[in-house]
């Protein structure tokens, strides 16, 4: 269900439920957040995205202002590279950090997703592929950054679908 989650914008319906699924119809650039805030935190999830789509789950995000500079966005996107890059590469820290390898299947397959976030680190796999493993206060784009914040599921005008979604404060 969508019980934990909610829009910005109350009533946005890009986001629904189908058969167990999160789905995003990419119509209203309007993304999906916990209704909780979070610190250090297990996530895992299961999720695929339309070919060349753009997506991506927000990490320690505020609800104002851009969420992938004030937390950060692990990237979703919807081609494969075999040369990872910090901007459109699955498994990036958008903008900042390109991901070890892009461990992601082609576009309309479901990927599994696990982050593992202790403020200041950050450990992500997909597939069962490390992707991300760092200490944020090393890095000095993301120095200052919020270490606490709602997780999102972004909507970036592009259909994506999520699965099998799990948050474990720890």
């Excluded at 957040?33 to 299961?46: D, I, W």
Aim: charged share 25%.
């Amino acid at each position: 269900t969508l019980d934990m989650w909610m829009t910005l914008v109350p009533g946005d319906e890009a986001w629904t439920i189908e058969d167990g699924v999160i789905h995003c119809s990419g119509r209203s650039d309007q993304w999906l957040r916990t209704r909780g805030r979070f610190s250090a935190f297990e996530l895992s999830l299961e999720f695929k995205i339309e070919k060349d789509g753009n997506s991506g789950v927000f990490l320690w995000s505020p609800l104002a202002g851009r969420s992938s500079r004030f937390g950060m966005e692990f990237q979703i996107y919807g081609r494969h590279h075999d040369a990872p890059n910090k901007n459109n590469t699955t498994g990036a820290i958008y903008d900042v950090l390109a991901p070890k390898v892009d461990a992601s299947r082609a576009p309309g397959e479901w990927n599994e997703l696990h982050i593992i976030a202790r403020p200041p680190r950050v450990r992500a796999t997909i597939n069962g592929q490390v992707v991300q493993d760092f200490n944020a206060d090393e890095i000095p784009a993301l120095q200052g950054r919020l270490r606490e914040g709602v997780i999102g599921l972004q909507d970036h005008n592009d259909k994506v679908w999520f699965r099998n979604v799990q948050v474990l404060p720890l």
